[in-house]
Nanobody, 125 residues
Framework: QVQLVESGGGLVQAGGSLRLSCAAS????????VGWFRQAPGKERDFVAV????????VHADSVKGRFTISKDSAKNTVYLQMNSLKPEDTAVYYC??????????????????WGQGAQVTVSS
């Protein structure tokens, strides 16, 4: 069974930083690519970033490039999303999700089979 648990959300002022964590089992992180998505109220769920199972490749959405960074700590069985220079439009529920271990990571919502419960990130202006 694949379980993903997000943590680290909260309220921050514009320009501030937050780090989200996605904890999973060692087996999960060795078997799946892990991505981050976000969903604002009334909007579709959008891709944010993904890292391959071996940590070799990452992809970031254009909207977060240069501000957000996805990384993986295999020793802690955790994938992180470091978010800097946050903007009010980054406000959303952030989800981590697992997909098949494609060498070229996928960015579509339907490519991900397992999802965490979500973490609220609110950026005030």
């Amino acid at each position: 069974q694949v379980q993903l648990v997000e943590s680290g959300g909260g309220l921050v002022q514009a320009g501030g930083s937050l780090r989200l964590s996605c904890a999973a089992s060692e087996r999960t992180l060795r078997s799946y690519n892990v991505g981050w998505f976000r969903q604002a109220p009334g909007k579709e769920r959008d891709f944010v970033a993904v890292i391959t199972w071996n940590g070799v490749s990452t992809v970031h959405a254009d909207s977060v490039k240069g501000r957000f960074t996805i990384s993986k700590d295999s020793a802690k069985n955790t994938v992180y999303l470091q978010m800097n220079s946050l903007k009010p439009e980054d406000t959303a529920v952030y989800y981590c999700a697992a997909s098949s271990p494609w060498a070229i990571p996928r960015v579509g919502v339907n490519d991900y089979m397992y999802w965490g419960q979500g973490a609220q990130v609110t950026v005030s202006s």
